[in-house]
């Protein structure tokens, strides 16, 4: 299935040799040393506005239609659509495809596994990007997979046995916001930085394209797959990546894949999760609000929940009765502060403009063999000035899968030891 290519150009990096060096000698007894490869490639991931808070709210990836599954995906509870008007952020990072190369903006996606982009003709229907659609027939290195090669059997599932247009090869994918696209599955050269080539990148040439919030030009999946950028990178990366996920739109963060140049990880298992093994699965143990763990009662309910990372949901996701326990524990250490309206699915804010100071209730999470704490950057969504909402919110239902979101990932470089079976964490990486 997934050919093993040879790296096209090798980059040499001394500091990244000298940085695992000292990782070496640094690394907690509880840490790991990043297993990837190859020295790393990095790229970098900007923040970009999009204009609906509500719509960003709920995005999850689903997987791809395989016919491993009859799961149509993780259950994702709606969100209740307040009309804000607020901004929301998603995480890009710049790509080339084809030949010659063209640069595309696409999301940072750990939540799923494929890889696609909006293409010419569009035959059903494209949303409105920066840049132009990708037009198949300029790249020299283009070709669509066909519906018989065994590589179209990873995209069959119960409601689509053969997927097929005519002679080429179909994908389907549904997002957890009801985002969705279709299209040809192909294969072309994918440039990462200025000069790391991968030929015979599988993707998808989206011909039909719906509700997408933001102009992006299609997604980068990181999940773990056969058919996801890890998998497809194996030789050169050796399953092992790292991001830094900005705090500000000002400032620029990292994607950075074979190893990592940050020091000083505390690394926690990668839970397979039997129902979504595509996804990764952590273990929340814990949460504090000013050093005092949460009512037992409630944090138990955590032993058994089933908990993922995920780079594409914005908003942290809790059992409702461990979200309930969060929100009384942060309103009683804020509760001499001005409070301030409701927005989307975020329940509890405050207006801190006149104060000097944002005061920082103080929310720990532990994850087995990490403690984090969050600070008001990973405490807060801010909306406006005046507006600073607790940035988590309750699932559907106490089964619901949890879901760890980018609001609580910036600043902190997360690295993915897929291989290894482990997630790192490490802070202030990027701004
Ligand atoms: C890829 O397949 C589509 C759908 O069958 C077809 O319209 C298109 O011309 C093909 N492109 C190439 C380069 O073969
Ligand atoms: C994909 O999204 C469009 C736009 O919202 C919607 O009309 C369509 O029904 C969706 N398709 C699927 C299969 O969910
Ligand atoms: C790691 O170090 C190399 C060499 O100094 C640099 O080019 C690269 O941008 C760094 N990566 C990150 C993620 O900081
Ligand atoms: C709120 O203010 C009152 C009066 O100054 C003080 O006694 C109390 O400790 C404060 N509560 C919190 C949670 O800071
Ligand atoms: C990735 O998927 C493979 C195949 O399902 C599985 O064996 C492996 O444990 C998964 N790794 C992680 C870190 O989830």
């Known amino acids: 299935m997934r050919r093993p290519v040879p790296m096209a150009i090798s980059v040499v990096r001394p500091f990244f040799v000298l940085s695992v060096m000292l990782g070496l000698l640094l690394m907690p007894c509880d840490g790991r040393l990043p297993t990837g490869g190859s020295p790393g490639k990095t790229l970098q991931v900007f923040q970009k506005k999009i204009p609906n808070l509500a719509k960003m709210l709920d995005k999850v990836g689903k997987r791809i239609r395989r016919h491993q599954s009859n799961n149509a ?25 084809g030949t010659p190369p063209v640069t595309l903006q696409l999301e940072l ?3 799923s596994d494929w890889t696609w982009t909006q293409c010419t003709p569009c035959a059903t229907s494209c949303y409105s990007q920066t840049d132009p659609y990708f037009n198949p027939s300029y790249s ?7 519906c018989s090669s065994s590589t179209c059997t990873l995209f069959s599932g119960p409601s689509n046995p053969v997927p097929c247009s005519g002679q080429t090869c179909d994908y389907s994918i549904i997002y957890g916001d009801g985002s969705n696209s279709t299209g040809w599955v192909a294969t072309d050269t994918l440039t990462l930085g200025s000069d790391l080539m991968i030929p015979n990148y599988l993707f998808g040439c989206g011909q039909n394209n719906g509700l997408y919030a933001g102009s992006f030009d299609g997604f980068l999946g990181l999940a773990n797959t056969s058919v996801s950028l890890v998998s497809q990178t194996t030789s050169q ?18 994607l950075t894949f074979g190893g990592s140049n940050s020091t000083g990880f505390i690394f926690t298992p990668l839970v397979l999760l039997p129902q979504y093994p595509y996804l990764y699965g952590i273990q ?7 050093g ?11 032993v058994n929940a089933h908990a993922i990372i995920d780079s594409g949901t914005v908003i942290t996701r809790l059992p409702p009765t461990v979200y309930d326990a969060l929100r009384t524990a942060v309103r009683a250490s804020l509760a001499n502060y001005t409070t301030a309206p409701a927005v989307s699915i975020l329940d509890t804010c405050y207006d801190f403009s006149k104060v000097q100071t944002i005061p920082d209730p103080n929310i ?29 919110a309750a699932n559907g239902d106490d089964s619901d899968l949890i879901i760890y979101g980018n609001i609580q990932q910036r600043t902190w470089e997360i690295a993915y030891d897929v291989a290894g079976g482990s997630l790192g964490f490490s802070p202030n990486a990027c701004a």
């Open 237 to 254: 990366f050796g399953k092992y990546f790292a991001y830094c996920l900005p705090y500000s739109s000002d400032s620029t963060g990292f």
């Open 292 to 302: 005092i763990p949460l009512p037992a009662s409630s944090l138990n309910l955590l």
């Open 73 to 97: 995906g993780p259950p994702v509870s709606n969100p209740t659509m307040s009309g804000a008007s607020s901004e929301a952020a998603i995480f890009l990072v710049t790509v080339g495809l």
């Open 140 to 146: 020299t290195s283009y070709a669509n997979v066909s």
């Open 364 to 392: 720990g999470i532990s994850f087995q063999g990490v403690g984090l704490t969050l600070g008001t950057t990973g405490a807060f969504y801010v909306v406006s000035s005046s507006q600073r909402c607790l940035a988590f």
């Open 109 to 111: 996606s750990t939540g």
């Open 284 to 290: 929340i143990i814990g949460i504090s609000v000013g």
